[in-house]
C-alpha cells in the first residue's frame, strides 16, 4: 500500500464512498425489485465495488468507458447521481435515458459512460471504436472496457483486442472474473488461461485482486498513463466476486453456488471492509467516521428512491420519438 | 379429337370481338383454311379461318355481343357426332325475320320510339335473364375500382352478369353495361302492337263460362304475357317467373303470380308471391285511357294495355330497357304476344 | 452532362465528404491499396492516408462495431462490407447496437455511421455472394436504408448519408459497378425518402429497386411497342418511403408491380404491396403484384442463376396480363 499523503487521503476516502455508494445503491435497487416497485431485471454489483471504483477513480471525465448487462457499479463510479439512476430504473423520464433503456442499456455520455450493454461482450466493438476515435482526433482520452468472464466466450472480443493491438489503441480490457457466467463456473467456459488470450496479440496481460481497491487504481492509474502515450492497448484480469445472484430474480443459487463460498468471500473478502480496515489502521478516518458516511449515503439513497418513486413516466408521445436523430 | 376455337385477339390491345355472321352452321364439315365467322373489332371487320379440319360441332356464341378474346366460342371435332346440346344462348339462325300477326289486317307494325342503331347488340344472356332489378343474387367479383367507378356511374353490375361478360370485372367492362341504371327511366325504349279486340274478348267470356269462377282478364293476360316473355328470353321451363299486374294506379290492388304461364287458368291463384316481377302489367282497357307511359323509377319491362283509338283495338304497349331487355327480345315478345291475343285458343293448347 | 461509372460516382462522393469534413474515415477488408475487389475506392487512401482509409483483418463484427463505437465518439465512419451476405455477420452490431443507441440513451447518443454494402444475383458467386437481404434491415427501427439504381443514385445518396446522422445501409448492386449514367460535375445531394418517377405512364406503375429500375425499364419498352404505357418509380430509399409518390402513380394507373431482387416471400415487394393495398385500395382494377428473386438458394450454374431473378420478358408478361384484367 502506497504511503498516506494527503493526497491520497483524499483519493482514499473518495474510493471509499463511492464503493459504499454502490453498494448501497444496489441494496436498495434490489428491493425496490423484490417489493415488486422495479419493471424488468436488473443485475446487481453488490461485492465488486473494488473494480469499478478502483478503475474509474484512475479516469477523467473525459475518458469513456463501456459497461456491462451488470452496469450500476460502473456507472456511479463514473460519476453518475443517484436521482437519474433510480428514475431510469423504474423507467421515469427524468432517468439518464428518459426511461427509455433501463437497468440494462444505462448510459451518462456527459461522464464518459457510453452505456451499459445487454449483449454479452456486445460492447467491445464500441468501446475500442472510442479508442479509435480518440487516438484519430488526439483527444488523449482513454477507453476502459468493462466486461465479465462470461464474454470470453464471445469471438467480437478477440477480434477488437487483434484490432487494437494492430493499431495501438488507448483501450484497457478490463476483464471482471466473479467466477461464474450466469449459472457456470468459469472453470467450465474459459479453455487454457485467461489472461493468455490478450497475451496472444501480444497485449500485455496483468492479474489483480479486485477487492483490492487500491491495488487496481494503483495499476490502472499506471496503465492509463501509458495508454495515454500510446503504449496501449492493455488487458487486465480483476478477481472479483458476485455476492448477489446473476439477476436479482435468482435467489436459489445453492446448486451452482455454495452457501459457504458466498459467506467465505463476504466475510473475508469484502472490498468496502477491506478499505475500511485500512484507513482506519492508517488512521486515515475513524470508525465512527465511516459510519457517518454510511449513513448520509443511505440517507441520499432513500431520498433518491423516493423521488424516482413519485417522479412522472415519459409522455406517451415519446413513445416514438427519438428513433432517429435529427 | 376436339379443338376449341376462341375469340381471336385481331388487334392490339383488343379486349373483345363481335360476331358479324357465321359462315358456317353446326354439324358442317370444315376445313382448317374455311372461313368460320366474321368479327368485328373497334376497326373493321375481319374473317376468321376455322384453324382446324374436322366438324363443326358446337356453336357456343351469339352474332352482335361483344365476347371477350380469348372466349371458347366454337368446338370443332374429328367426330361428327360430337355435337354438343346448344345452350341458351346458341342459335343457328341468326337473322329474325318478322311476320305480321295473321288476323290483322290494319295491324300497324311494332313501332319504336328508341333510334335503334344496327350495331346494337341484341343481348342473348347465356345465364338465366332476370328482371331489371338493381341487384342479383350471389357474389359478383369486381376490382375495386370497378366497384367504384359502377356505383358512382350508376352501373348495376349485374347487368354485366346478364350480358355474360366473363367476372372479375374490371374498369373497362362497365362500358359494355351500356347507359345508366334503367331506373333513371331516360334510356327507356318503346315498342307498341295493335290487335283486334274482339278475339281476346271472346275468349275471356269463354273461359269464364267454362270455368266455375271468375277469371279475371288480368290473370288471363298474365298468363299470356308469361309465356310470350318465357319464350321470347329463352328462359327454361323449369325457370321461375314472377308477373305483377294491375288494373288500376293502385298499387294495393296489384297481383303477383308466379309462373302464371304454367298454372292452370282455371283456379290460378295470386299467393304470397315475393320476388321481383320478371315483367308488369297494367291492363287499363276498362279505363279512358289510351296511353301510358311509365316514369322514371318504375320496374322495368313494363306492359300497358289500352284502348286503341276507336275502341275496337288494344294497344299493347312495351317500356322496357334496351340494355337489359334488347330490342329483339322486346320484338319477340310483343309479336308472340299478339299471336296469342289474337289466337288465344292456341295458349290453351 | 459527362458519364461516369457508379464505381466512379461512389469513389466521388466518399472524396468529396472526405475532404469536406475530416472525421469521415473508412474502414474495412482490401480498402486501402487495394481499393476493394471492385476498386471501388482506388486511390482514396493516396489522398487520405492510412489513418482515414483503414485496411482490417477479416473482423467483420469487429470493425463494425469498432465503427459505432467511433460514431459515437465524434467519428463519422463509413465501413465496407465487401458482400451484402456478410450482414449475417454483423447483424448484432447493426441491429442491437448501432440502430437503437440513439434510442435507449433517450436521445442523447448519435452513431452517424454509414454501411456500405452490395447486393445482385447474376454475377455467377454462388449462394453466399449473391443475396439481397436489405429487407432484413429495413425491418429495423433505428436504421435508414438506401438502393441507387444508377451512378447518378450512388453519388446523391452517399454523401446525403455520409452527412446523416444515423446509421445508414446503402446497398449497391454489384454487377452495376461499370454502368455509366450522366452524374453532374457539381455538388448535388439526394435527399432520404424522395421517390424518382423514372419514365411515365398511364396505364401500370412499376414500383422498383436499384438493378431493377433498369428491368422495369426493359419491361417498359416492351410494352410501349404493344401501346401499354408503364410509369417507373424508384425510391431510392426504402427506409424512409416516399409513399406519397407511388400511391399517387397507382391512384393514376390502378395497376401496380412492385418489382426487387429480394426473395419473393416476405420482403420488400411485400411491404410495398400491402401500402398499396392498404392507400390505394378503391383505385386498384388489378391485384398488386410482386415479383422477387426466386424462393431458392441462387445457383451457381449460369444455366440456373438466371431464371432466379425479375427479367424484362418476365415483367412484361405480367404487366400484359394486369392490364388485360386476367390477373
Known amino acids: ?326 | 379429337m376436339a379443338h376449341d376455337i376462341i375469340m381471336p385477339m385481331l388487334g392490339m390491345a383488343q379486349d373483345t370481338g363481335i360476331i358479324v355472321s357465321w359462315q358456317k352452321q353446326l354439324g358442317d364439315p370444315v376445313k382448317a383454311s374455311d372461313i368460320l365467322m366474321e368479327v368485328e373489332t373497334d376497326k373493321s371487320v375481319v374473317e376468321v379461318e376455322v384453324g382446324h379440319d374436322g366438324f363443326l360441332v358446337s356453336v357456343r356464341a351469339e352474332t352482335g355481343i361483344a365476347i371477350p378474346v380469348g372466349q371458347v366460342i366454337a368446338v370443332v371435332s374429328d367426330d361428327k357426332n360430337d355435337v354438343e346440346a346448344q345452350t341458351s344462348a346458341a342459335s343457328s339462325d341468326t337473322k329474325e325475320e318478322v311476320k305480321p300477326a295473321p288476323h290483322s289486317p290494319a295491324e300497324e307494325p311494332p313501332t319504336s320510339t328508341t333510334p335503334a342503331p344496327a350495331a346494337v347488340p341484341a343481348p342473348a344472356p347465356a345465364v338465366t335473364p332476370k328482371p331489371a332489378a338493381p341487384s342479383s343474387t350471389g357474389r359478383i367479383l369486381a376490382s375495386p375500382k370497378a366497384r367504384r367507378e359502377a356505383k358512382e356511374r350508376g352501373i348495376d353490375l349485374g347487368r354485366l352478369v346478364r350480358l355474360g361478360v366473363p367476372q372479375p370485372f374490371h374498369v373497362s367492362d362497365l362500358d359494355k353495361a351500356g347507359s345508366a341504371a334503367a331506373f333513371q327511366g331516360a334510356e327507356t325504349s318503346y315498342m307498341r302492337v295493335v290487335i283486334e279486340k274482339e278475339p281476346f274478348e271472346s275468349f275471356c267470356s269463354w273461359l269464364n263460362q267454362e270455368a266455375d269462377e271468375t277469371i279475371s282478364s288480368l290473370k288471363i293476360w298474365a298468363a299470356f304475357a308469361g309465356g310470350s316473355l318465357r319464350k321470347a328470353t329463352g328462359l327454361g321451363d323449369d325457370d321461375e317467373l314472377i308477373v305483377h299486374a294491375s288494373a288500376s294506379f293502385d298499387d294495393t290492388e296489384t297481383i303477383a303470380l308466379k309462373d302464371p304461364d304454367q298454372t292452370r287458368l282455371a283456379g290460378m291463384a295470386s299467393h304470397d308471391v315475393a320476388g321481383a316481377a320478371a315483367i308488369t302489367i297494367l291492363d287499363l282497357s276498362q279505363t279512358p285511357l289510351a296511353e301510358y307511359r311509365p316514369a322514371g323509377g318504375t320496374p322495368l319491362p313494363h306492359m300497358t294495355i289500352a284502348n286503341s283509338d276507336d275502341g275496337a283495338y288494344l294497344s299493347i304497349a312495351l317500356a322496357f330497357d334496351p340494355a337489359t331487355l334488347g330490342e329483339a327480345i322486346a320484338f319477340n315478345f310483343l309479336k308472340d304476344l299478339a299471336e296469342r291475343a289474337q289466337q288465344p285458343l292456341r295458349h290453351l293448347l | 452532362m459527362r458519364e461516369i461509372t457508379l464505381a466512379q460516382a461512389v469513389n466521388e462522393a466518399i472524396a468529396e465528404e472526405m475532404r469536406r469534413d475530416q472525421n469521415v474515415l473508412l474502414l474495412g477488408e482490401d480498402v486501402a491499396e487495394a481499393g476493394t475487389p471492385f476498386k471501388v475506392l482506388s486511390g482514396l487512401v493516396d489522398e487520405f492516408g492510412t489513418d482515414r482509409i483503414i485496411d482490417t483483418p477479416i473482423s467483420e463484427p469487429g470493425f463494425t462495431g469498432l465503427a459505432v463505437g467511433a460514431a459515437m465518439t465524434g467519428s463519422r465512419p463509413i465501413v465496407d462490407l465487401m458482400f451484402g451476405d456478410f450482414l449475417t455477420l454483423v447483424m448484432d452490431q447493426i441491429v442491437n447496437q448501432a440502430a437503437k443507441t440513439h434510442y435507449m440513451s433517450g436521445g442523447k447518443l448519435n452513431v452517424p455511421m454509414v454501411l456500405r454494402t452490395n447486393m445482385g444475383a447474376t454475377r455467377r458467386s454462388a449462394a453466399q455472394h449473391s443475396q439481397s437481404l436489405h429487407a432484413w434491415l429495413c425491418h429495423i427501427p433505428g436504421l435508414k436504408i438506401a438502393m441507387p439504381s444508377s451512378a447518378y443514385e450512388a453519388k446523391g445518396l452517399m454523401k446525403t448519408a455520409i452527412r446523416d446522422n444515423n446509421p445508414v445501409v446503402i446497398f449497391e448492386d454489384k454487377l452495376m459497378y461499370q454502368e455509366k449514367a450522366p452524374v453532374p460535375e457539381e455538388e448535388f445531394l439526394i435527399p432520404f425518402g424522395e421517390a424518382n418517377i423514372k419514365r411515365a405512364g398511364r396505364d401500370i406503375s412499376f414500383v422498383a429497386t436499384s438493378s431493377m429500375v433498369q428491368v422495369a425499364e426493359g419491361a417498359a419498352e416492351i410494352l410501349a411497342g404493344e401501346g401499354i404505357e408503364a410509369e417507373i418509380i424508384d425510391p431510392r430509399t426504402l427506409v424512409p418511403l416516399d409513399e406519397d409518390t407511388i400511391i399517387a402513380s397507382v391512384r393514376k394507373t390502378s395497376r401496380a408491380i412492385v418489382i426487387d431482387e429480394g426473395h419473393q416471400s416476405f420482403g420488400v415487394t411485400a411491404e410495398i404491396a400491402a401500402r398499396i393495398s392498404e392507400k390505394a385500395f378503391y383505385d386498384l382494377d388489378a391485384p398488386v403484384q410482386r415479383m422477387g428473386a426466386m424462393d431458392v438458394p441462387i445457383p451457381f450454374s449460369p444455366a440456373l442463376e438466371d431464371l432466379t431473378v425479375p427479367t424484362p420478358d418476365g415483367v412484361a408478361e405480367r404487366a400484359r396480363a394486369a392490364v388485360k384484367g386476367t390477373l
Open chain 1, 1 to 326: 500500500m502506497a504511503r498516506a499523503s494527503k493526497k491520497n487521503t483524499e483519493a482514499y476516502l473518495r474510493m471509499y464512498r463511492q464503493m459504499v455508494r454502490i453498494r448501497t445503491f444496489e441494496d436498495n435497487a434490489n428491493q425496490l425489485y423484490l417489493s415488486g416497485k422495479m419493471p424488468g431485471l436488473t443485475h446487481m454489483y453488490s461485492g465488486e465495488e473494488g473494480v469499478a471504483v478502483g478503475i474509474c477513480e484512475a479516469l477523467e471525465t473525459t475518458d469513456r468507458i463501456t459497461s456491462t448487462h451488470r452496469g450500476h457499479g460502473h456507472c456511479i463510479a463514473k460519476g453518475a447521481e443517484f436521482k437519474q439512476m433510480f428514475c431510469e430504473l423504474l423507467g421515469k423520464e427524468e432517468g439518464y435515458c428518459r426511461g427509455k433503456g433501463g437497468s440494462m442499456h444505462i448510459a451518462d455520455q456527459d461522464n464518459g459512460n457510453l452505456g451499459a450493454n445487454a449483449i454479452v461482450g456486445g460492447s467491445a466493438g464500441i468501446a475500442t471504436g472510442a479508442a479509435l476515435s480518440a487516438k484519430r482526433l488526439g483527444t488523449k482520452a482513454v477507453t476502459v472496457c468493462f466486461f465479465g468472464d462470461g464474454a470470453l466466450g464471445q469471438g467480437l472480443l478477440y477480434e477488437v483486442m487483434n484490432m487494437a493491438a494492430l493499431w495501438k489503441l488507448p483501450v484497457i480490457y478490463a476483464c471482471e472474473n466473479n467466477l461464474y457466467g450466469e449459472y457456470t463456473h468459469v472453470s467450465e467456459m474459459a479453455a487454457g488461461e485467461l489472461t493468455a488470450r490478450a497475451k496472444a496479440f501480444g497485449i500485455e496481460a496483468f492479474e489483480v485482486d479486485g477487492q483490492n481497491v487500491l491495488a487496481v487504481n494503483t495499476l490502472t492509474q499506471d496503465l492509463v498513463a501509458r495508454a495515454r502515450k500510446g503504449e496501449g492497448p492493455f488487458f487486465v484480469l480483476l478477481n472479483t466476486y458476485r455476492y448477489n445472484g446473476h439477476h436479482v430474480g435468482d435467489i436459489d443459487r445453492a446448486y451452482y453456488r455454495s452457501k459457504e463460498e458466498e459467506q467465505e468471500w463476504k466475510e473475508n473478502r469484502d472490498p468496502i471492509t477491506i478499505l475500511g480496515d485500512f484507513l482506519t489502521k492508517e488512521k486515515i478516518a475513524s470508525g465512527k467516521e465511516l459510519d457517518t458516511i454510511r449513513d448520509e449515503i443511505k440517507s441520499d439513497v432513500e431520498t433518491a428512491v423516493n423521488y424516482a418513486i413519485e417522479a412522472s413516466y415519459p409522455p406517451t408521445s415519446e413513445v416514438d420519438q427519438h428513433v432517429y436523430a435529427a
